[in-house]
């Protein structure tokens, strides 16, 4: 009879601390300084040159852009911040993205946003259209960019 009272009461405490057990859900952190969050970022990503290896096309044959100059994208909202792309066209070519706006309202935001939005900027460069891969970890921040950078892309066709 102890043994199985004894056995209630563990299993019962066990419940009791795994259900008490607060994950963190919430977008905000608490003071950067105290979490030892460093410095922000800059809220712009830029890439200037094309590089050496991109190719001169695609199967669609829909790359070279029509139009030269410069293309905001539309403010894609994501469930942490909005996400907004600028292009500039040289020679029917995107040869810049800049990040206008960007998730940055902790410093895990900063920190993702730091690595993934070198990487997308770059492979935009490289591929020349929106069809690019997703950064692993940066998810809804790829999924912003990628919806703003096709807006830019679009209003760049139609000019």
């Known amino acids: 009879m102890r043994r199985i009272l004894l056995w209630f009461l563990t299993t019962v405490s066990t419940l009791v601390l795994l259900f008490g057990y607060r994950t963190s859900t919430s977008s ?3 003071d950067d300084e105290a979490a030892g969050g460093s410095a922000t970022p800059s809220t712009t990503a830029r890439a200037t040159t094309p590089s050496p290896t991109t190719t001169a096309g695609s199967s669609s044959g829909s790359t070279a852009l029509p139009a030269a ?5 539309s403010t894609a909202d994501t469930r942490w911040g909005p996400v907004q792309t600028r292009i500039t066209v040289a020679n ?3 040869t810049a ?6 998730p940055d309202g902790n410093a895990k935001d900063r920190e993702i946003n730091a690595d993934a939005i070198p990487q997308l ?4 460069i490289q591929a020349q259209t929106a069809q690019i891969d997703m950064v692993s970890g940066a998810t809804v921040t790829s999924t ?3 919806e703003s950078l096709q807006s830019a892309l679009d209003q760049a066709h139609r000019a």
């Open 28 to 30: 905000t952190l608490p």
């Open 69 to 73: 100059g410069t293309f905001t994208g």
């Open 92 to 94: 029917g070519r995107i």
């Open 97 to 102: 993205v800049d990040v206008v706006q960007y």
């Open 121 to 124: 900027v770059d492979e935009t």
């Open 144 to 146: 912003g960019y990628l």
